[in-house]
C-alpha cells in the first residue's frame, strides 16, 4: 500500500466533522495563490485580452449579436428535441 493509500485509509477513520474540516483546510491550500502567482495570472489575463482586442481591431474576428447567439443556441436546443427554458432575446 502507498503512502497516499495509507491516508486515505486513515483519512476514512476519522469522525465525518474531522473528515470536512480536513478537506476544507485542504481545498483552501490548494486554492490559496501566492502574490506572485497573481501577479503572473494577471499579468496572463492582460495578455489574452489585449491579443482578443486585436484581433477584434484587425477584423480577424469578428463580433456575434446576442440576437444571433441566441438563435443558435434555440436552433442547438431543438435538434436534439428540446426547448430552451430562458431565451435572451426575449
Known amino acids: 500500500m502507498t503512502t497516499l493509500e495509507q491516508i486515505q485509509q486513515e483519512i476514512k477513520t476519522l469522525p465525518t466533522a474531522e473528515q470536512f474540516s480536513l478537506w476544507r483546510d485542504l481545498g483552501r491550500e490548494l486554492n490559496a495563490f501566492s502574490s506572485e502567482d497573481e501577479g503572473e495570472i494577471d499579468r496572463a489575463w492582460d495578455a ?10 484587425s477584423g ?3 463580433m456575434t449579436s446576442l440576437e444571433e447567439v441566441d438563435a443558435e443556441m434555440n436552433a442547438l436546443f431543438a435538434s436534439h428535441g428540446l426547448k430552451r ?3 435572451f432575446a426575449q
Not at 489574452?48 to 481591431?57: S, Y
Open 85 to 87: 427554458q430562458r431565451s
Open 60 to 62: 480577424k474576428v469578428s
Open 48 to 57: 489574452e485580452i489585449k491579443r482578443r482586442l486585436d484581433d477584434f481591431d
